[in-house]
């Protein structure tokens, strides 16, 4: 892919704005200057919009017209592959400890930080659907309002986020024998 294309310029990334992954997905497609546009999806609806396009239902998930990409370290793959210059994968010997630890870091400390927020911050409809809807028309805000306790209740359950007062029970080694006790972080 030269860049910008029409093609580039076409490309959509379904995304939740506040999402860490997203995040990565979007300053891999920013880094290499590239057109796109950001759609922002309702969480919970998303089920709906991922589906139809993906295998699974998570974001991000870069839409081309031929070719549909889900999840940021898969993106940032097929960025490299189409678009190579500005490169931000090592082609040398780095290159497998490069994805060693990116994998280990999205694995890991992505899904343990998102546990963390959610630990505290589901308490704060407020706050999540400020998150959650900034920028959404007025009826997705409605929408989130009643999806709101159903969704609180999924997210415990799919981020394993435990229940308030019982955070000591969670504890996540993240490197090697050092161990990184959640506990510590929630209390
Ligand atoms: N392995 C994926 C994980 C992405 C992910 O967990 N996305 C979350 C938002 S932070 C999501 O879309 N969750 C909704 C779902 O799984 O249905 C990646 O690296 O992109």
């Not at 308490?123 to 809807?133: E, K, L, N, Q, V």
């Not at 394993?160 to 959640?182: E, H, Q, W």
């Amino acid at each position: 892919m030269s860049k910008p294309t029409t093609q580039s310029a076409a490309m959509k990334l379904l995304e939740f704005p506040h999402s860490h992954y997203c995040e990565k997905a979007r300053w891999a497609l920013q880094y290499k200057g590239l057109q796109f546009k950001a759609v922002a999806i309702l969480p919970g609806l998303h089920l709906l919009t991922v589906r139809r396009h993906a295998p699974q239902t998570f974001v991000p998930v870069l839409l081309l017209k031929e070719r549909v990409v889900q999840g940021a370290g898969e993106i940032i793959d097929y960025l490299e592959e189409v678009c190579p210059s500005p490169g931000l994968t090592p082609a040398d010997s780095e290159l497998e400890l490069c994805r060693f630890y990116e994998k280990d870091l999205a694995e890991r400390l992505g899904v343990t930080i998102r546990q963390i927020l959610y630990q505290r911050l589901l308490a704060y409809p407020d706050f999540i659907r400020y998150c959650f809807t900034q920028n959404m028309p007025g009826y997705k805000k409605v929408i989130f309002r009643l999806l709101y306790p159903g969704l609180k209740k999924a997210m415990h359950q799919r981020y394993d986020v435990v229940p308030a007062g019982n955070a000591t029970r969670a504890s996540v080694s993240l490197g090697g024998d050092s161990g990184f006790n959640l506990a510590g972080i929630l209390r």
